[in-house]
């Protein structure tokens, strides 16, 4: 008989493992999805500001404001 009750607690024990496993894996999924979603944004935020950079410089090569002046010496708006 103490066989089976043994065996009975090491099912039971095995069960919770197996719960706990699963809710592990369940909170890693919604992590991972969460990261991905953010990955994306990211990447599109990089993509806009990747645009204007490109779209300045180019303003900058037909001589736009700050003409003659590179990125370096072109003071910022607030001086």
Known sequence: M???????????????????LE???ATLDDAMASQQQEIITLR????LLKQRQDEQ?????RGGPGEGLSLEEEKPPHY
């Open 2 to 20: 103490a066989d089976i009750e043994q065996m009975q607690q090491q099912l039971v024990d095995l069960q919770s493992q197996v719960a706990f």
């Open 23 to 25: 809710d592990a894996v």
């Open 57 to 61: 410089a180019a303003r900058l090569d």
């Open 44 to 47: 599109e935020q990089l993509t």
